[in-house]
Every structure is written in C-alpha cells, then in structure tokens.
C-alpha cells in the first residue's frame, strides 16, 4: 500500500505535467525520514508528525517544481530523466548528511500493537490500518479527480494543455499544486510506511523502481492501473518470497517486460 | 578532421602512453577507470546521440561483461579470452534483449531496457551458484595476456594493465569512429531525425536499431570486462540502474551528438569526483547539484560549448 501511495504521485505527476519524475522515490525517503524525526526522536503525536512531515515535503515538492521542473516541460525526455535523477543524488546524500548513513527502526505507536483476528487468523493492526488508509486515499483520490472543479481542470490540461491554457485555466499554478499534491501523497506513504519499515538512505532508490514497475504494468498516467498494479505487484513479492525466494525480484521485472511488450500502454491503457 | 584537430590527438595519445613514467599507482587506476567508463558510455552514446534511443539498462550489459569475464578467468588464466568473451557475451545479450527492446522508442524503450537491465541485476543478486549472489565473485586474477600455451605476456603490475586498458580501448574507440563515420552511422542519425523518411526509403529500422543496440551492448561487456581485473572483484551493483544512469550522465556532461562527448564527460566526471572527495564525503550532492544545474543551462554539453562559444573567440584575432 506504501508503494500504491508513491505510485499514485508518480502516475499524476507522469499523466498530468508529463514529467517521469524519478526523484519521487526521494520525496517518498524524506517524508520516511521527517515522520521518523518528529515521531521517533522528537516524541510529538503520530498524527501530528505525519501532517507535518507531509507539509514539510509539499514546501520542498512546490520548490522542485516552481524552480526546476516547470523550466524541463518542453524538452527532450533523457534531459527530464537526468535531472530528476541529479536531485536523487542530492537527496540522497543530504540525507546521509543529516542523519547518518544507517539503517533506522522507528518505535511503532502503542495503540497500533497487536493483532486482530481476520477470518479466523491473526492480523497486525497496523497493517489493516495501511490497507484502510490506501483504500481511503484511492476513493478520495476518485472523488477529487472526478467530482470536484479541480479535479476537472487537472484531467483538463492533462488531455490538452493549450486548449485548457487558451480557457483561462492557470496552468503553471495548477501544475505547481498537482506536483505539490503528489509530493505530499508519496510522503504519506513513506511517512505511513515508517513504523513498519527501516528507515535507510536507499529506501528511495529501491522503491522508485518498483513505482515504475507497478505505474507500467498499469500504463503510464494511469490511476486505476496504478492502483491494481500495485496490488499486482505486492502480491507477487509475497508469493514470490514464499515460493521461489531466488527469483522473486526476477518475476517482477519479467512481468513489467512482458506487459511492456505486448501492450505497452499498459493493462488499463486506451 | 583538420590538421589540428589531429595535432591535437596525437599530443593526447603520446601524452597517454607515457603517462605511467612519470605518476603513480593512484593516477594510473584511475585513468583506467575513466577508459572503462569512455568505452561504455561511447557505446551507449552510438543509441542515444546516433539513433536516439534511451537505454536505462546498459548497466546490465556491463554486468554481462563484467561477469563473463570473470568467470573465465578465474578458469582460464588468459586475459585475451576474457576480454573477448567479456564483450561478446555482453553483444549476444544485447542481441537477444534488443531484439525485444526495439520494436518501441521513446519512453517505452526506456522502461523496456530498464527492466531487462533490473533483471540482469536480480540474477546476479540472487542466483548464488552462478554469481555468488550478494558477494559477488570475489579473487580474480589479474591473467597474463596471451593464448595458454602459445604465448603470454605478464600483466600483474598495475602500468602494464594499464597499457593493456589503453590499446584496447583505443582501438575500441577508433573503430567506433569508423562505424559512425559510415553509411552504417549516417543511416543511423537519419533514422534519429526522422524515422519515418528513412523508412519510405526501404529501409528497416528495426534492423538498423537492433545493431546499434548489439554494438553499444558489445561496447558495455567490453568495458565491463575490463574492470574485474583491475578490482579483482565483481558485485551485483554493478547491473543496478543506478549504475546505467553514470554514462548518461557523462554524455550529456560533455555533450549527445558529439563524438568525443562521452570521453570528455568521462573525465570530468572523475576529475570532479576526486576533487570534490577530497573536501567532504559527500559528493554526490555536489555532482547531482552541477548535473541539474547543467541541464538548465547548458543543455548541449561541454564538447558543444566550447566549440560554439569559446572556439570562435579565440579564432578572433
């Protein structure tokens, strides 16, 4: 479900500016690490440290993009890729920076201990808690895009961005507050992903990839497919793990291929 | 080329061999490094800045290379074997992955070689047997140069690989200057700038698409089969994407649809990794710093600058 979260940033930042960002993985790592600092270290409510870390990453999402995304719209796809890759290098090492480069496990908050019984069999809280919350943010994601004026003018410039420039929607505003809204739903699933999770320098690098794997196999700029793909995608790490361990990261990739070549806009692509 | 140009080259090749006569080990490893990274990222360059397909996988090539390489010397003391099988393998990779890779372009491509290159990866992290999984193969030897039996060379001591790394990739560069230069390379940047003309003339992409794909595959598992002698180790890291992303960094550092872009690049990359080392361990932030600021401002590379901006001024009188 963390990764459905980082997924769905990565899907409306693709589908809406058209920009494969693959520094959202590093939004993902910061908000991991902001939620650990203010719950972990600081001691502050668990709710508290969430909203604030989400903040935290939507200030330094507006920054990205105010100040080097929108300058990238318009060209060529490797020079997008690269300099999204050089602000993974800076996040990376900033991180290592401020908080060291080992591994971190957070507490995990009192009131999420224990199992409860699922269908006869014992279930950890917390982790019936992630599925809630990533179905919840999926509905609200729905009726947002679907629903709202917002969201109109989002699929608007999304499907033409000249039309819906020349019919007065402020594109460079609304495009800052999509990629501000992305940075903050990857944050919430690193910050979710915390007590459960370690907290290391690499965790943006490896997560970003499976974002791609999951935004692929459900086409790019794809919500619905992103949802389902992440599904796909846990499902098949867990099984993977349980039945052949050498080969579990292997199948992934050999789905995405796969998908990649026999229908390349992806399962739920038009 | 004009007379210069040549004057030039050549001052560098001389400069090159007799390099090891006057500095130490350290300058000496890290020369090499900068060839191997120069062979691959020329190999990678011939798919982006020639036919204008993004490889993300390339890494996995390397690996191929990397790995090929290692595991016939650690049977066969030869370093020639080695090299050869080392890019070959990395060409039969790049053929057979190619061939499923280039039917698309564009951001598809892109993800497609990313995946095959993720795959490379996992195997060499997981399938132990082969690969010793995630602490690679570890003691190769640093083989005499030759045919067992017919002649060897010795190779052990760090100026003679280094001379070793410098024929070889000399040659490898010559030869990729030819390819470009050829009816082969026109055809190639012809299919970049529009593939649809090039096809009305009877010509198949595909095909065309599938041998740069196989010759930059070729390149990657020859550079790759140079460095586990030189670290006496192979790791999976080196299949990770992260790993592909260094010669597109360096290409677009000294500049896509130039030749020498990619050597250029190559050398500052390191040459700012060591200069930037040696005041604080974090030298990434500074390099992704200067990557992003380069692709703001001067998108062309460094090979473009200088030829556009400065050359002009100092043809000024």
């Given at each position: 479900?963390?990764?459905?979260?980082l997924?769905?940033?990565l899907?409306?930042?693709?589908?809406?500016?058209?920009?494969?960002?693959f520094?959202q993985g590093s939004?993902f790592?910061?908000?991991?690490?902001?939620?650990?600092?203010?719950?972990?270290?600081?001691?502050?409510?668990?709710?508290?440290?969430?909203?604030?870390?989400?903040?935290?990453?939507?200030?330094?999402?507006?920054?990205?993009?105010?100040?080097?995304?929108?300058?990238?719209?318009?060209?060529?796809?490797?020079?997008?890729?690269?300099?999204?890759?050089?602000?993974?290098?800076?996040?990376?090492?900033?991180?290592?920076?401020?908080?060291?480069?080992?591994?971190?496990?957070?507490?995990?908050?009192?009131?999420?201990?224990?199992?409860?019984?699922?269908?006869?069999?014992?279930?950890?809280?917390?982790?019936?808690?992630?599925?809630?919350?990533?179905?919840?943010?999926?509905?609200?994601?729905?009726?947002?895009?679907?629903?709202?004026?917002?969201?109109?003018?989002?699929?608007?410039?999304?499907?033409?961005?000249?039309?819906?420039?020349?019919?007065?929607?402020?594109?460079?505003?609304?495009?800052?507050?999509?990629?501000?809204?992305?940075?903050?739903?990857?944050?919430?699933?690193?910050?979710?992903?915390?007590?459960?999770?370690?907290?290391?320098?690499?965790?943006g690098t490896a997560m970003i990839i499976q974002a791609f794997?999951?935004?692929?196999?459900?086409?790019?700029?794809?919500?619905?497919?992103?949802?389902?793909?992440?599904?796909?995608?846990?499902?098949?790490?867990?099984?993977?793990?349980?039945?052949?361990?050498?080969?579990?990261?292997?199948?992934?990739?050999?789905?995405?291929?796969?998908?990649?070549?026999?229908?390349?806009?992806?399962?739920?692509?038009? | 080329?004009?007379?210069?140009?040549?004057?030039?080259?050549?001052?560098?090749?001389?400069?090159?061999?007799?390099?090891?006569?006057?500095?130490?080990?350290?300058?000496?490893?890290?020369?090499?490094?900068?060839?191997?990274?120069?062979?691959?990222?020329?190999?990678?360059?011939?798919?982006?800045?020639?036919?204008?397909?993004?490889?993300?996988?390339?890494?996995?090539?390397?690996?191929?290379?990397?790995?090929?390489?290692?595991?016939?010397?650690?049977?066969?003391?030869?370093?020639?074997?080695?090299?050869?099988?080392?890019?070959?393998?990395?060409?039969?990779?790049?053929?057979?992955?190619?061939?499923?890779?280039?039917?698309?372009?564009?951001?598809?491509?892109?993800?497609?070689?990313?995946?095959?290159?993720?795959?490379?990866?996992?195997?060499?992290?997981?399938?132990?047997?082969?690969?010793?999984?995630?602490?690679?193969?570890?003691?190769?030897?640093?083989?005499?140069?030759?045919?067992?039996?017919?002649?060897?060379?010795?190779?052990?001591?760090?100026?003679?690989?280094?001379?070793?790394?410098?024929?070889?990739?000399?040659?490898?560069?010559?030869?990729?200057?030819?390819?470009?230069?050829?009816?082969?390379?026109?055809?190639?940047?012809?299919?970049?700038?529009?593939?649809?003309?090039?096809?009305?003339?009877?010509?198949?992409?595909?095909?065309?698409?599938?041998?740069?794909?196989?010759?930059?595959?070729?390149?990657?598992?020859?550079?790759?089969?140079?460095?586990?002698?030189?670290?006496?180790?192979?790791?999976?890291?080196?299949?990770?994407?992260?790993?592909?992303?260094?010669?597109?960094?360096?290409?677009?550092?000294?500049?896509?649809?130039?030749?020498?872009?990619?050597?250029?690049?190559?050398?500052?990359?390191?040459?700012?990794?060591?200069?930037?080392?040696?005041?604080?361990?974090?030298?990434?932030?500074?390099?992704?710093?200067?990557?992003?600021?380069?692709?703001?401002?001067?998108?062309?590379?460094?090979?473009?600058?200088?030829?556009?901006?400065?050359?002009?001024?100092?043809?000024?009188?």
């Amino acid at each position: 479900m963390y990764l459905w979260l980082l997924s769905a940033g990565l899907t409306l930042v693709f589908g809406v500016l058209g920009v494969l960002n693959f520094a959202q993985g590093s939004l993902f790592m910061l908000g991991a690490y902001a939620t650990f600092t203010l719950y972990g270290k600081l001691g502050l409510n668990f709710w508290l440290s969430i909203i604030l870390s989400l903040i935290c990453v939507g200030v330094i999402g507006a920054v990205l993009e105010r100040f080097f995304l929108r300058r990238i719209y318009d060209i060529d796809l490797p020079y997008q890729l690269i300099l999204t890759f050089g602000f993974i290098l800076v996040f990376d090492d900033l991180v290592k920076m401020v908080w060291g480069g080992v591994a971190m496990i957070p507490p995990m908050p009192r009131f999420f201990e224990g199992n409860i019984p699922v269908f006869g069999r014992p279930f950890p809280i917390y982790n019936l808690f992630i599925s809630f919350a990533g179905l919840a943010v999926a509905l609200v994601l729905w009726l947002i895009l679907e629903k709202t004026w917002w969201g109109r003018m989002i699929r608007a410039s999304a499907s033409d961005r000249e039309m819906a420039s020349a019919i007065g929607i402020n594109i460079p505003m609304l495009f800052t507050t999509v990629f501000v809204f992305a940075a903050m739903l990857t944050a919430l699933g690193g910050a979710l992903g915390t007590p459960v999770r370690v907290v290391a320098p690499g965790i943006g690098t490896a997560m970003i990839i499976q974002a791609f794997v999951i935004t692929v196999i459900g086409g790019l700029g794809n919500l619905k497919g992103a949802f389902v793909g992440a599904l796909i995608v846990g499902i098949l790490t867990s099984y993977g793990i349980l039945l052949f361990p050498i080969f579990e990261l292997f199948i992934i990739f050999v789905v995405m291929a796969v998908v990649l070549m026999v229908k390349p806009e992806g399962l739920f692509g038009k | 080329m004009t007379k210069l140009k040549l004057l030039l080259l050549a001052a560098l090749i001389v400069f090159l061999i007799c390099l090891p006569s006057f500095t130490g080990k350290y300058l000496l490893y890290m020369t090499i490094q900068i060839l191997i990274l120069s062979v691959f990222a020329l190999g990678f360059n011939l798919l982006l800045g020639y036919t204008g397909l993004l490889s993300f996988g390339q890494a996995g090539f390397f690996a191929v290379g990397a790995y090929a390489c290692a595991k016939i010397l650690l049977v066969i003391p030869s370093l020639l074997i080695g090299t050869v099988a080392g890019a070959a393998m990395g060409g039969i990779a790049a053929l057979i992955l190619g061939y499923l890779c280039v039917r698309h372009s564009r951001i598809y491509f892109s993800m497609l070689t990313l995946s095959f290159g993720m795959m490379i990866y996992s195997l060499a992290w997981k399938w132990r047997e082969v690969t010793g999984g995630d602490d690679g193969l570890v003691g190769i030897p640093r083989a005499p140069f030759g045919i067992p039996g017919v002649f060897s060379i010795d190779m052990s001591s760090m100026g003679r690989y280094y001379y070793f790394v410098l024929i070889i990739s000399l040659i490898a560069i010559f030869i990729l200057y030819r390819i470009i230069n050829s009816p082969f390379g026109l055809t190639l940047k012809g299919i970049r700038d529009s593939e649809n003309r090039v096809a009305f003339a009877g010509i198949s992409i595909r095909n065309y698409r599938l041998l740069s794909f196989t010759i930059a595959g070729l390149y990657a598992g020859l550079a790759g089969s140079l460095l586990p002698p030189l670290e006496n180790t192979v790791t999976p890291p080196l299949a990770h994407w992260t790993h592909s992303a260094e010669p597109v960094m360096v290409t677009l550092l000294g500049g896509i649809h130039t030749f020498s872009g990619p050597i250029v690049g190559s050398v500052i990359f390191y040459l700012l990794k060591d200069i930037i080392v040696r005041v604080t361990q974090y030298w990434l932030i500074w390099f992704g710093a200067i990557v992003v600021f380069l692709v703001l401002v001067f998108r062309g590379g460094i090979v473009v600058f200088f030829s556009d901006r400065i050359m002009p001024l100092l043809k000024r009188p």
